[in-house]
């Protein structure tokens, strides 16, 4: 396994319809890097695992509806950290600029 990562070498192997790459996976959790470009649509769904986004770089909005809450809509700017429960619908929207997101899930993301 590796220990080392590269952004750069990481944006390589996105390819498809899912602009997501993941670089590590063990059963607590699964890490990627999801990239959204200016105007494009986030279509993905809540998921079965929590996850956490850190930020790397881009200009976007995100939309959180958490279980028992209001949902809550926020700006996000580089060096922001997101948590999402399992389950919970959210949505990255109004992206100005290349949205470079790392993505943590635990336990590891299935399928």
Do not use: W
């Amino acid at each position: 396994m590796e220990n080392f990562f590269s952004v750069d070498e990481i944006r390589q192997r996105i390819r498809g319809p899912i602009p997501y790459a993941e670089f590590l996976r063990i059963p607590a959790m699964s890490c990627g890097l999801y990239v959204l470009e200016p105007g494009e649509e986030d279509m993905q769904r809540p998921h079965d695992q929590d996850e956490i986004y850190y930020f790397l770089s881009g200009a976007a909005h995100i939309r959180v509806a958490a279980a028992n809450r209001p949902p809550e809509d926020r700006t996000i700017a580089p060096g922001h950290v997101i948590f999402v429960a399992a389950h919970d619908e959210h949505k990255f929207h109004s992206i100005t600029q290349e949205l470079v997101l790392l993505v943590v899930f635990a336990p590891a993301m299935t399928g």
